[in-house]
C-alpha cells in the first residue's frame, strides 16, 4: 500500500519535483502520526476519526487508549504501544511505538 508522502506538514517532493509517495514502515508511521494527531470531528467525510483532546482532563489512561485505538484504524498495524516521558507539570510527551502484520517495529 502507498500513499502521499508528508514532509513537515506539507507534501513531500521527491528528486524530480514529483508529489512523492510513502510504502512500508515510513507510510505506516505517517499515517499512524496523521490519525492520532487528529481532532475528533476534524475529518468531514470520517467524523469518528480522531481524539477528543478537549476531554483528555489530563489521564494518561484515556489518552493511551485513544491513541491506541486511532492507530489500530491504519491499515497495516498489529500491534501499537506507547510510552510517555513527563515534560512538566501536566505535560506529557508520547512515543508510539507500530508493530507491523509483517512484525516490524517502528517508532512514531
Known amino acids: 500500500m502507498k500513499t502521499i508522502g508528508l514532509e513537515n506538514n506539507d507534501l513531500y517532493v521527491d528528486e524530480y519535483n ?3 509517495v510513502k510504502e512500508g514502515l515510513p ?3 505517517q499515517d499512524v502520526a496523521s490519525s492520532v ?3 475528533k470531528g476534524e475529518l468531514p ?3 469518528m476519526r480522531g481524539i477528543d483532546y478537549n476531554d483528555i482532563d489530563g ?3 484515556t489518552l493511551n487508549h485513544d491513541i491506541i485505538e486511532q492507530a489500530n484504524l491504519v491499515e497495516g ?3 501499537v504501544t ?10 506529557l510527551d508520547p512515543t508510539i511505538y507500530v508493530k507491523s502484520e509483517d512484525g516490524e517495529v517502528v517508532e512514531v
Open 18 to 20: 514529483n508529489i512523492g
Open 27 to 29: 507510510r505506516l508511521a
Open 37 to 39: 494527531k487528529v481532532w
Open 45 to 47: 467525510r470520517d467524523v
Open 59 to 61: 489521564l494518561q489512561e
Open 77 to 79: 498495524v498489529s500491534e
Open 82 to 91: 506507547v510510552e510517555y516521558e513527563r515534560k512538566g507539570n501536566r505535560e
